[in-house]
């Protein structure tokens, strides 16, 4: 087995990047969701109930980051790596919530008008350290703001094996993984504990549960009931539908596409 891709997402919510390579961080990978998109309460956006994000780009500059519309070019925004405003407020991620710092008020402006909607930019400054569940941690380790953990990793088997028993297959950004691992059987990192991707190291911490946002069309926005309806037929455990898992990093600093992937069993 080995790493067949590599993905970021830097704002939360909005489009993926596949790497060759990429820097390993205790919060994830190097750029993966520091930047989130929060409403004026500080509540953070999705495409579960703003599928229209589906079609802002993000791409990684030497200076910064530029987002721009995948179907229509002329809205695009340079975003720079370090924040223009010294505002810090308070912003939740589902249970947690942290302090976040609000990268420009031109830069809200601009997804303001973009989604129809009141928004804001921020990012997690270095300060501000959301905890990992003990239930999970082994390290007191902190995550930015994915969803629950820093990694996740998914084996293109499985969605192969899913695909099989669909009308219509679906790409993996449908799921929106960070490390894509090839070989193997379909769903056999059930049974793992750890995984080593070259000379890093990984801890299996839970299945990812999986939501709406599978069936948003990345492409085109669209909302429909795929994959998530077939997934639930064998994949539901405890009432959620699980597809993927959650990683934490034990020790590594970088990994690339290639990379030998090492099972260990629980």
């Known amino acids: 087995m080995q790493l067949q891709d590599i993905y970021i997402y830097p704002i939360k919510s909005l489009g993926g990047i596949r790497l060759e390579e990429s820097k390993l961080e205790e919060r994830g990978l190097k750029f993966d969701r520091r930047w989130m998109l929060v409403d004026k309460e500080g509540m953070f956006l999705s495409q579960r109930t703003f599928p229209e994000m589906a079609l802002l780009q993000v791409e990684v500059g030497e200076q910064g980051l530029l987002v721009f519309h995948k179907k229509d070019n002329v809205y695009r925004i340079q975003i720079p790596f370090l924040p223009q405003s010294e505002i810090f407020k308070s912003v939740q991620v589902w249970e947690d919530e942290v302090i976040g710092q609000i990268v420009g008020e031109k830069v809200s402006k601009w997804f303001s008008e973009i989604l129809g909607m009141e928004c804001d930019l921020v990012i997690m400054p270095e300060s501000t350290k959301r905890k990992l569940s003990p239930k999970y941690a082994v390290n007191n380790e902190s995550v930015g703001f994915a969803d629950a953990m820093p990694y996740l990793l998914i084996g293109q088997a499985s969605l192969d094996g899913l695909n099989a028993k669909l009308e219509k297959p679906v790409p993996m950004d449908r799921f929106r993984p960070n490390l894509v691992f090839?070989?193997?059987?379909?769903?056999?990192?059930?049974?793992?504990?750890?995984?080593?991707?070259?000379?890093?190291?990984?801890?299996?911490?839970?299945?990812?549960?999986?939501?709406?946002?599978?069936?948003?069309?990345?492409?085109?926005?669209?909302k429909g009931k795929e994959p998530l309806k077939t997934l639930a037929t064998f994949r539901t455990f405890d009432n959620k539908v699980m597809f993927g898992q959650n990683l934490l990093l034990l020790k590594g600093d970088k990994v690339k596409v290639g990379d030998e992937v090492v099972p260990f069993l629980k």
């Open 182 to 222: 090839s070989g193997g059987l379909p769903f056999e990192d059930d049974a793992w504990d750890k995984i080593k991707v070259g000379e890093a190291e990984f801890k299996i911490t839970k299945p990812c549960a999986r939501c709406v946002m599978t069936t948003v069309n990345q492409e085109t926005a669209e």
